[in-house]
């Protein structure tokens, strides 16, 4: 967790960053089967202010245009 906010102020990210070490959102959101796994899916989830999901990508995520994606998706909601 200390890795993810030492990245985001030296990037000077200007939104909250989320460490998921137990897992639970992962689990959750479907991610992971459970607690246990290795490895979670790459996936994205647009919540709502109140955690409500408004959209999710779990499909061929590209990590070179999938934030310019989620960013103008999130725009047509606020």
């Not at 890795?3 to 479907?30: C, H, I, P, R, T």
Request: glycine share 6%; charged share 35%.
């Amino acid at each position: 967790m200390a890795d993810n906010q030492s990245w985001a102020e030296g990037e000077e990210f200007e939104f909250e960053v989320w460490s998921d070490d137990d897992k639970d959102l992962a689990v959750y959101y479907g991610a992971a089967k459970d607690d246990n796994a290795i490895w979670c899916d790459r996936v994205t989830f647009l919540l709502d202010e109140d955690g409500t999901v408004l959209l999710e990508y779990v499909d061929d995520i590209d990590a070179g245009v999938h934030p310019g994606q989620v960013l103008e998706d999130a725009q047509k909601f606020y």
